[in-house]
């Protein structure tokens, strides 16, 4: 089950939602929050939900021990049995394959690799139980003495697909205390409307472009002309965004609709300055975490220009890994690696002399060159789509397919660029100013805070309800 369907949004969230506010009490709310967190897990499978219990029921009895011992070796031992049993059971389910894989081809052992399904979310509520445990050690949130509301926070279906990265010292008023206010309602209703309209309209329909010009069969994509690549992967760079700051988008507005209270995990990234500056605003959760969890406990910026820049070199190889067990992804976490220690120790204040313009196209291309990195799993690929990107497959330059496929989306692709950009942010707030200054301004704008979510949301339920309805298509040249 996802977000972006329509089994989700009128079934089962909104059921979550009507069940929820017939509760009394918090502790029934969380009970009802609990039941259809499992529920959700348990629709990728039952045994799923038992890996969920057993890493939540792990980290619950380590940070017990962790609170309940004055015996300073002890709490470490708790600490690091803790964390070290959750980044086992994580390897073992994403990584196993990935690593036998690896020595078959140096060895031809073992003769089959074994095929280990990835479990819904794993790699989110592990960062979140790993969290919860050296918080808890290091003494920045209490040890929660009940089981199973350690479980809610662990799995709380909002933020399991694709973030944020919920900490447990964040959101353990919320899970106490928790009010829905109607004004945080209304907000959380447009929020996850505009997040279902990124997913549904706008990160699919770039896929759908993406998709048929970057195709997965080596003879197909190395006959793409030049212009065809890089116009594959420009539309593949938007659609990663809007998906994944749509899903981001949708659990802060679920979070915010049912009285929890999510940090940002996008902040536009693709108008960053620097390399430095967009890792700050994509994934804030993500690159936080690294930098709270495995930097500054390896030594951080505290340490020699070698050692800092070993302690990014572990950072980023790990980052990598965590999207993806491929080479590619590692690849990628290490092509940002080289750009930052670039930035940090070799260009230093230098940057801040150029050209603001110029600055900021350079980072657009390097991230630009990286969502390739990102896109291609099988190297092979890899190797042809660089090559098709500067005609080095005898492509050609252009073909009349390319033309018409920019020429049927050129307007919904401007759109995307738009939408990746805080102008609409401004424009609302430049509105709601508006609305505090006159009377006529401020019904204008009450009529649009209606209007807007439920504009969005019929665009969303046209695009899922056909897969492929895209509203730019009657704007053509």
């Given at each position: 089950?996802v977000?972006?369907?329509?089994?989700?949004?009128?079934?089962?969230?909104?059921?979550?939602?009507?069940v929820?506010?017939?509760?009394?009490?918090?502790?029934?709310?969380?009970?009802?929050?609990?039941?259809?967190s499992?529920?959700?897990?348990?629709?990728?499978?039952?045994?799923?939900?038992?890996?969920?219990?057993?890493?939540?029921?792990?980290c619950?009895?380590?940070?017990?021990i962790?609170?309940?011992?004055?015996?300073?070796?002890?709490?470490?031992?708790?600490?690091?049995?803790?964390?070290?049993?959750?980044?086992?059971?994580?390897g073992?389910f994403?990584?196993?394959?990935f690593?036998?894989?690896?020595i078959q081809?140096?060895?031809?052992?073992?003769?089959?690799?074994?095929?280990?399904?990835?479990?819904?979310?794993?790699?989110?509520?592990?960062?979140q139980?790993?969290?919860?445990?050296?918080?808890?050690?290091?003494?920045?949130?209490?040890?929660?003495?009940?089981?199973?509301?350690?479980?809610?926070?662990?799995?709380?279906?909002?933020?399991?697909?694709?973030?944020?990265?919920?900490?447990?010292?964040?959101?353990?008023h919320?899970?106490?205390?928790?009010?829905?206010?109607r004004?945080?309602?209304?907000?959380?209703?447009?929020?996850?409307?505009?997040?279902?309209?990124?997913?549904?309209v706008?990160?699919?329909g770039?896929?759908?472009?993406?998709?048929?010009?970057?195709?997965?069969?080596?003879?197909?994509?190395?006959?793409?002309?030049?212009?065809?690549?890089?116009?594959?992967v420009?539309?593949?760079?938007?659609?990663?965004?809007?998906?994944?700051?749509?899903?981001s988008?949708?659990a802060?507005?679920?979070?915010?609709?049912?009285?929890?209270?999510?940090?940002?995990?996008?902040?536009?990234?693709y108008?960053?300055?620097s390399?430095?500056?967009?890792?700050?605003?994509?994934?804030?959760s993500l690159?936080?975490?690294?930098?709270?969890?495995?930097?500054?406990?390896?030594?951080?910026?505290?340490?020699?220009?070698?050692?800092?820049?070993?302690n990014?070199?572990?950072?980023w190889a790990?980052?990598?890994?965590?999207?993806?067990?491929?080479?590619?992804?590692?690849?990628?976490?290490l092509y940002?690696?080289?750009f930052?220690?670039?930035?940090k120790?070799?260009?230093k204040?230098?940057?801040?002399?150029?050209?603001?313009?110029?600055?900021?196209?350079?980072?657009?291309?390097?991230?630009?060159?990286?969502?390739?990195?990102f896109?291609?799993?099988?190297?092979s690929?890899?190797?042809?789509?660089?090559?098709?990107?500067?005609?080095?497959?005898?492509?050609?330059?252009?073909?009349?397919?390319?033309?018409?496929?920019?020429k049927?989306?050129v307007?919904f692709?401007?759109?995307?660029?738009?939408?990746?950009?805080?102008?609409?942010?401004?424009?609302?707030?430049?509105?709601?100013?508006?609305?505090?200054?006159?009377?006529?301004?401020?019904?204008?704008?009450?009529?649009?805070?209606?209007?807007c979510?439920?504009?969005?949301?019929?665009?969303s339920?046209?695009?899922?309800?056909?897969?492929?309805?895209?509203?730019?298509l009657?704007?053509?040249?």
């Amino acid at each position: 089950m996802v977000f972006s369907s329509l089994l989700f949004v009128f079934l089962f969230f909104a059921a979550n939602i009507a069940v929820q506010a017939l509760m009394p009490d918090i502790k029934k709310k969380n009970i009802v929050m609990l039941a259809f967190s499992m529920v959700f897990y348990a629709w990728g499978g039952v045994r799923y939900v038992v890996l969920l219990l057993g890493m939540t029921f792990i980290c619950w009895a380590s940070a017990k021990i962790i609170a309940s011992s004055k015996n300073k070796r002890r709490k470490k031992l708790a600490m690091i049995i803790g964390v070290t049993l959750v980044l086992v059971t994580l390897g073992v389910f994403k990584y196993t394959g990935f690593f036998l894989k690896n020595i078959q081809l140096l060895t031809g052992f073992p003769k089959v690799v074994p095929e280990i399904a990835l479990p819904i979310g794993i790699s989110f509520y592990s960062f979140q139980l790993i969290s919860y445990v050296v918080d808890v050690y290091r003494g920045d949130a209490e040890a929660q003495e009940k089981y199973w509301l350690l479980l809610l926070y662990a799995g709380l279906f909002h933020q399991c697909i694709a973030g944020p990265i919920v900490r447990y010292r964040d959101v353990n008023h919320d899970i106490l205390h928790r009010q829905v206010k109607r004004t945080e309602m209304s907000n959380g209703i447009t929020r996850f409307a505009v997040g279902l309209a990124k997913k549904a309209v706008l990160a699919n329909g770039c896929a759908a472009v993406a998709d048929s010009l970057l195709a997965n069969s080596a003879e197909t994509l190395s006959s793409v002309p030049v212009l065809g690549m890089w116009l594959g992967v420009f539309a593949y760079m938007l659609q990663i965004y809007l998906d994944f700051s749509a899903y981001s988008d949708m659990a802060i507005g679920m979070g915010l609709m049912c009285g929890f209270h999510y940090k940002e995990n996008f902040d536009y990234p693709y108008v960053a300055n620097s390399i430095t500056d967009f890792w700050r605003r994509w994934h804030i959760s993500l690159s936080s975490f690294f930098r709270d969890y495995v930097y500054i406990p390896l030594g951080g910026n505290r340490c020699s220009k070698s050692r800092q820049i070993f302690n990014m070199f572990v950072v980023w190889a790990l980052t990598g890994m965590w999207h993806g067990a491929s080479w590619n992804y590692i690849f990628w976490g290490l092509y940002f690696f080289v750009f930052l220690v670039l930035e940090k120790h070799v260009l230093k204040d230098r940057l801040e002399h150029w050209n603001t313009v110029l600055r900021h196209f350079l980072v657009l291309l390097i991230i630009y060159f990286g969502w390739v990195l990102f896109k291609f799993d099988n190297l092979s690929l890899l190797g042809t789509a660089f090559k098709g990107m500067f005609g080095l497959n005898g492509n050609g330059f252009f073909d009349h397919s390319v033309g018409l496929l920019f020429k049927n989306n050129v307007f919904f692709l401007i759109f995307c660029c738009v939408a990746v950009t805080p102008l609409g942010k401004m424009l609302g707030n430049m509105l709601k100013n508006l609305g505090k200054r006159s009377k006529p301004w401020m019904y204008i704008q009450g009529v649009w805070e209606v209007a807007c979510p439920l504009l969005l949301m019929v665009l969303s339920m046209m695009a899922l309800a056909g897969n492929s309805y895209n509203p730019f298509l009657y704007f053509q040249f």
